[in-house]
């Protein structure tokens, strides 16, 4: 089975390579490179949402095929799954197994949006390290942090102007989600996930803030595990 992982506002697909070490042999990793990094670096960023699934779309259509397939997000990866299943669906291409939620809210939850994307970059940057997750040596390299700034800006813009549309189909495979501890997004909003699948629902919490992915590889990649081989058999 194939796992397609989508990374968070300003995360590459790297960050999900540790996961091979820890995934059972039929469970095939494919971490989705999109746009202004790694290997796509010089390609322009994404000014939508919508463009950013047109291009994860276009990029993973063609593996859609015989083999049975799961999506990963987390935070903004999390919205571009949910908008990336209904592209498939729309598209007429086989649907996923399992999908996993990780680290956001159910996007139905119309909670106040803060808009920090057009923000000075000072304050954008204090934004983003009030969140956590950045790395010490980011936050200590002014000259580093300004060159990730627009990348990351992007990806806010994204996620803070995205616009919910209510569906007219529930998602129909099984949703897992995943949610931090000392995270701060609402029960509401993490129970909220129940609403949009007519399938299996089942909450993890996991120890850490926002970014308890990058602390908790071997739990996520068991839960992984499990639910996925639960699928297979």
Do not use: Q
Not at 116 to 138: A, D
């Amino acid at each position: 089975m194939m796992l397609f992982c989508l990374p968070y506002a300003g995360g590459s697909e790297a960050l999900y390579y540790k996961w091979g070490d820890y995934l059972t042999p039929s469970i095939n990793l494919c971490p989705v490179l999109l746009k202004g990094r790694g290997k796509r670096f010089n390609e322009p960023f994404y000014n939508s949402l919508e463009e950013a699934v047109d291009d994860i779309f276009d990029n993973i259509w063609d593996k859609i095929g015989e083999e049975d397939y799961a999506i990963y997000g987390h935070s903004m990866g999390s919205l571009l799954a949910y908008e990336l299943y209904y592209k498939i669906i729309g598209m007429g291409l086989k649907k996923p197994k399992h999908i996993f939620f990780s680290g956001y809210k159910a996007p139905s939850e119309r909670e106040k949006k803060e808009i920090t994307y057009n923000l000075p970059n000072n304050e954008f940057k204090n934004r983003v390290i009030e969140l956590g997750g950045t790395p010490e040596e980011l936050i200590r390299n002014e000259e580093l942090f300004e060159f990730f700034i627009p990348l990351l800006k992007h990806d806010f813009k994204i996620v803070e102007t995205y616009e919910y549309k209510e569906k007219a189909d529930k998602i129909t495979c099984d949703i897992t989600v995943l949610n931090g501890t000392e995270d701060l997004i609402s029960l509401k909003g993490i129970i909220g996930w129940k609403k949009h699948t007519c399938g299996n629902f089942k909450i993890y919490n996991l120890e850490g803030n926002h970014f308890f992915i990058n602390n908790n590889v071997e739990k996520i990649t068991t839960i992984i595990n499990d639910t996925l081989t639960e699928v297979l058999n």
